[in-house]
């Protein structure tokens, strides 16, 4: 076990140094500079500029610096918003997207879980269609449809809301944008449930649980969610990732503060320093929960190990 | 299979009965406000919750030069001078008068003594001449430096130029001992009054009663009023280049030295304490219209060089506007408080304004309609939803000045030929586009209707008929000499544009336009804005690309300028040195309806050459609640903040656009 982690671990530095430098050359593919814009610069001013933020000096050099600074966890300083350091940004927009995205994948566990297992237990009841059909409908209404119209509802007709912005967690702010967020979450998670609950209430250790005389309530919760539940840990560990390391676009429907809506306009912005630092911060969580989760198997269920 | 399917068609019934009621809940609050757009309670405190646009690159107002930003400068900074509320045009702000000289080539401030910034530090003629200095630092590398070089020697100091000095004589080479069209010296037209030797104030300026002028007889002033000298590039191989170009300077400058232009060079000088004289390189009428512009807004030297570029942050910020920073939550607001300390606190009536930096239209209406924003910036109600809003009572629409235009590659392709150009620009009808849109159309290259007094020309009416025979002539034309749609390259032609606003419905109906008026159909690109931009700079495109300008200043020459060199703003490749000498003239011409009228015959030639081709002038289109006073819809879209209230009298608010022309 010990050693599977270490071997993981290892692995995430050259993955990491992969994606960055991937991230590096890509936004020097891209046309334009951070300071192109509709108004055109006279020559010695992009001169200036250029000197300014060293961009002037061969690739190597950039590149050398670039991985000098990574190694030592500084991503360099914004180039769109002076003197702004991107660990200061990172910092300041990670719990936004972390509060909302926890908010978000819990709701969705608990809802998620709870309408599978239901629906499950169930099978081919109105209860199975009924939460399967809404579920259909979490998948394919995609999240700028369903945010708007939440908003609609909740914000601009009955105004028990606020239709955008955030006002620090918990606050009423954080409902709508939870919720938008999470559906497609719930959806998945309550397929994901019922198909594996499905699959492990007609396995023979349930039978044995049966058997043994326990009550119905103690097989399900004590041995059948404990199988039943493995393919929703797969698909959740990831998807926590993504959650809390910013949304682009709930953020942008409703105007938040977090890291999603950040990372997109540094790209518009072609604010390399915090493009990476962003990518880099998203690459580290997706590794760290795929192996938090590869982990968390051996303990879930006795069959796996390391 | 039968059974499920009955379940999910109740189920999918369900949904849809749920859709249309949310979608008539939908109606039934767009309704229930009639005449204005959402709720209409004023806050409860004395509070403006505003929309600043995207976030702010920085709180410095001398970095950045964008819209959003100028909204939160012009509340955390003053400079000598402040927009109208209405017209825009110069108002007294930190200086409280001005003089010109004769000619506009030296302007003198005087300063009020009693202005202050917010940690209670006075701000004196020494702050503006620290402010503009930093502002033109070729280190600081500001964007919006260009705007400073009517300032003596400005460019050459943000540049990195080099003065040439000759140790022999102990004087300075001369720009007038070496000007390129030295053969006939006659037609040089004599230097600005700023840079001729001081014959006396009086003579200069048109007296003042009861006034003691400043004193002239400084050592600077001097320098300013002595011939302007040869500025050549700090660079050694751009250096190279230019004197290769000119061998007289070149056998003259051997064995001088070379001398960089210093901060201490640029033609700002504090006369005393509330005495500022800023000399110009040329004559510049339209200088003073400039000087609300961020760039020049006064900063504090002391928090500046403690601080460097961390200054900003709010535990360090000193600032100088009627309003002060309380809080800066990055992607989300800035919230500024009145400064007790500015010199007009008086009559500052808001206690807060919240800026949020929200982008999304849609958003931002929302967040109107629910009465949790009091007013938003210019053009943020989306052309589609124009039929709806355009009759609410707390639309804002005025004309702005602002221009849309496509631009020609006159460099290559069919466009490099004039009679192509016009007769892609005849075959628009602009009106048709502006009528569906709700805006103006235009024909020339000036935002008509903006500046009073303008004589301006008018460009090529709508005529496809005329439009088709020059193409014929152009050579598109079949055996018998009539225009054949088929012989038109079209394919060697494309529009490109950025997909941002209102561009794409724009370009969809050109090229319907185009289609049905020649028969012939071209092609739209589309760009992603950073990309799109690039490859305009670069005239790296065929034939046809979108622009847009607005106002830097409130004169025509913010437009016209745009072609007054090759590159830069140019994007077309289009230059006409008799147009450059037409505004140059203009420039010079003291008399305000004279300069008009050689302005008027400049963008006249322009349009001939038809570099562009014209379509809309701008409009504001923004929303605002109607107890939000003392903020209109000016033609610059930039609101001086002081002015602005919230009314709680229902019988003062605004049931429509407010009067502008009290």
């Known amino acids: 076990m010990l050693r599977f982690i270490i071997r993981r671990v290892v692995i995430i530095i050259p993955m990491l140094l992969i994606i960055v430098t991937l991230t590096w050359g890509l936004i020097r593919l891209a046309p334009g500079n951070f300071y192109t814009g509709e108004r055109k610069l006279t020559p010695a001013i992009e001169q200036n500029l250029r000197e300014k933020y060293g961009l002037n000096k061969p690739w190597y050099v950039q590149y050398g610096r670039f991985l000098r600074n990574i190694a030592r966890f500084d991503f360099g300083t914004s180039l769109k918003y002076e003197g702004q350091s991107v660990n200061q940004i990172l910092w300041r927009a990670l719990p936004v997207s972390a509060a909302l995205g926890l908010t978000a994948y819990l709701l969705a566990l608990v809802v998620g879980i709870t309408i599978g297992t239901l629906a499950a237990l169930k099978q081919n009841s109105w209860i199975d269609y009924a939460t399967m059909s809404l579920a259909m409908l979490g998948i394919s209404i995609p999240n700028f449809v369903l945010g708007p119209l939440l908003v609609l509802v909740f914000a601009l007709t009955l105004f028990w809301l606020p239709p955008a912005l955030w006002n620090g967690f918990p606050s009423k702010s954080v409902i709508l944008p939870a919720l938008t967020l999470s559906a497609i979450y719930i959806a998945y998670i309550a397929r994901l449930t019922r198909s594996g609950m499905l699959e492990v209430m007609r396995s023979d250790y349930i039978r044995t649980a049966r058997a043994k005389g326990l009550s119905e309530r103690q097989v399900v919760f004590r041995h059948a969610l404990r199988g039943g539940l493995l393919p929703v840990i797969s698909f959740s560990g990831p998807a926590l990732a993504f959650l809390i390391t910013g949304t682009v676009v709930v953020e942008r429907v409703f105007s938040l503060p977090g890291l999603g809506n950040y990372f997109i306009n540094a790209c518009f912005n072609r604010d390399e320093p915090l493009i990476i630092g962003i990518v880099a911060f998203i690459a580290v969580a997706v590794l760290v929960f795929n192996l938090l989760v590869d982990i968390s198997y051996g303990f879930i269920d006795p069959r796996i190990r390391y | ?662």
Request: some cysteine.
């Open chain 2, 1 to 662: 299979m039968l059974r499920l399917s009955s379940h999910f068609s109740a189920t999918l019934t369900l949904a849809l009965l749920l859709a249309m009621s949310l979608f008539c809940a939908g109606c039934a609050a767009s309704a229930s406000n009639s005449g204005f757009f959402g709720k209409t309670d004023p806050p409860r405190e004395n509070v403006l919750r505003y929309v600043s646009g995207s976030e702010p690159e920085s709180l410095d107002p001398q970095v950045s030069a964008g819209q959003n930003e100028a909204r939160l400068y012009m509340a955390l900074y003053e400079g000598l001078i402040e927009y109208d509320p209405k017209t825009s045009a110069p108002v007294p702000a930190i200086a409280e008068r001005w003089e010109v000289n004769k000619d506009y080539s030296e302007m003198t401030f005087h300063l009020r003594q009693n202005a202050r910034f917010s940690n209670g530090d006075p701000i004196t003629a020494a702050d503006f001449v620290y402010t503009i200095r930093r502002g033109l630092a070729p280190e600081f590398a500001s964007t919006n430096a260009a705007l400073a070089f009517y300032i003596k020697y400005a460019q050459a100091f943000n540049e990195g130029g080099v003065f040439v000095f000759d140790p022999a004589s102990k004087t300075f080479l001369l720009e007038k001992d070496f000007l390129p069209g030295e053969e006939q010296p006659a037609t040089q037209p004599a230097l600005p009054l700023s840079s001729q030797p001081i014959e006396s104030i009086a003579a200069e300026y048109p007296p003042i009663p009861e006034e003691k002028s400043p004193d002239a007889d400084t050592d600077f002033h001097r320098f300013m009023h002595s011939p302007p000298r040869v500025v050549l590039p700090g660079d050694e191989k751009k250096r190279n280049k230019a004197l290769d170009a000119d061998p007289k300077l070149k056998a003259a400058i051997a064995g001088k030295q070379l001398v960089a232009v210093k901060a201490e060079d640029v033609g700002v000088e504090a006369v005393d304490n509330y005495t500022l004289r800023v000399s110009l390189a040329q004559q510049a009428p339209f200088f003073i219209s400039l000087m609300p512009h961020q760039f020049f807004r006064v900063i504090h030297r002391g928090t500046v060089e403690q601080f460097h570029s961390s200054w900003t942050d709010p535990k360090h910020i000193v600032t100088s506007g009627p309003f002060k920073l309380e809080a800066w939550k990055p992607y989300d607001r800035i919230v500024v408080v009145r400064d007790p300390m500015n010199w007009d606190a008086s009559k500052v009536k808001l206690d807060r304004i919240v800026f949020y930096m929200l982008v999304d239209n849609t958003t931002m209406l929302n967040l109107y309609k629910a009465g949790e924003l009091d007013a938003m910036y210019n053009h943020t109600v989306p052309a589609a939803w124009l039929e709806v809003m355009g009759s609410m009572k707390d639309f804002m629409d005025a004309p702005e000045a602002a221009i849309d235009y496509y631009r020609f590659n006159t460099t290559k392709g069919p466009t490099k030929d004039i009679r192509v150009r016009k007769a892609l620009n005849m075959s628009l009808d602009k009106t048709a586009l502006a009528n569906w849109r709700h805006v103006k159309p235009l024909t020339a290259f000036t935002p008509s209707g903006i500046f009073p007094g303008y004589p301006q020309p008018a460009g090529d009416p709508f005529d496809p008929e005329m439009a088709k025979r020059l193409l014929a002539e152009a050579g598109y034309a079949d055996a018998s000499g009539k225009y054949d749609p088929e012989k038109f390259s079209a394919s060697e032609v494309e529009m490109i544009t950025n997909p941002d606003g209102n561009n794409l419905t724009y370009a969809d109906f050109i090229q319907a336009q185009w289609k049905q008026n020649l028969g012939a159909t071209i092609q739209i690109r589309v760009m992603e804005s950073k990309t799109f931009y690039a490859a305009q700079a670069k005239l790296d495109y065929k034939g046809i690309s979108r622009f847009g300008w607005s106002a830097d200043y409130m004169d025509p020459f913010t437009f016209l300028g745009l072609f007054y060199t090759p590159t830069g703003n140019n994007g077309t490749g289009w230059w006409d040195p008799k147009f450059v000498e037409l505004l140059d003239e203009a420039n010079r011409t003291v008399d305000h309806q004279k300069r008009y009228e050689i302005l008027a015959q400049a963008e006249k030639l322009m349009l001939e050459a038809q570099p562009i081709m014209p379509i809309t002038v701008g409009t504001t289109r923004w929303m605002k609640k109607p107890y939000v006073k003392g903020m209109y819809p000016n033609a610059t879209t930039l609101i001086p903040w002081k002015w602005v209230y919230i009314e709680r009298d229902q019988s003062r608010w605004d049931y429509g656009v407010p009067d502008m022309t009290e």
